[in-house]
């Protein structure tokens, strides 16, 4: 038995490290996505953060679903995790604007804000992620 738990806690283990892989992809294209649409463009917050933000949950979105959560289960259930992602997703773009949207009304630069919002995301889209976007549907009763 304690072998068994063993390796379930290596897996979770080995789920958690590349969640943070996926997670620094999606974080530093996003931010230079940002950078660039800012500093290059000159577009608003809203839109730089929108638009990055895009690049960002799309390359999250592949690396999460196909490479961290990859479960055979999930294989027929695509169009309900699209749903689920892209509702935490928008969730996410909400409070993610307006916390670093905050944090530049009180002088901390968004570049900064971005940092502080991720540590926030970090914890609170793994707990999403793992319950409920990529947990998949549970097998009716007498099903496996």
């Not at 063993?6 to 950078?35: D, P």
């Not at 592949?62 to 259930?77: A, D, E, I, M, T």
């Amino acid at each position: 038995m304690a072998k068994k738990k063993s390796s379930k806690q290596k897996t979770e283990l080995l789920t958690i490290v590349q969640y943070l892989v996926s997670g620094g992809v999606y974080f530093w294209s996003g931010y230079l996505m940002f950078f660039a649409l800012d500093k290059g463009l000159g577009l608003s917050l809203w839109w730089a953060k929108l638009l990055a933000n895009i690049t960002g949950w799309t390359i999250n979105y592949v690396l999460q679903r196909y490479w961290v959560f990859n479960k055979p289960k999930l294989k027929s259930q695509n169009i309900d995790i699209s749903f689920r992602y892209g509702v935490i997703t928008i969730a996410d773009f909400i409070i993610d604007f307006f916390i670093v949207a905050g944090l530049k009304n009180i002088g901390i630069t968004p570049y900064i804000g971005q940092f502080i919002s991720s540590g926030f995301f970090t914890v609170w889209n793994y707990l999403w992620y793992k319950t409920w976007v990529f947990a998949g549907k549970k097998p009716k009763k007498g099903k496996k």
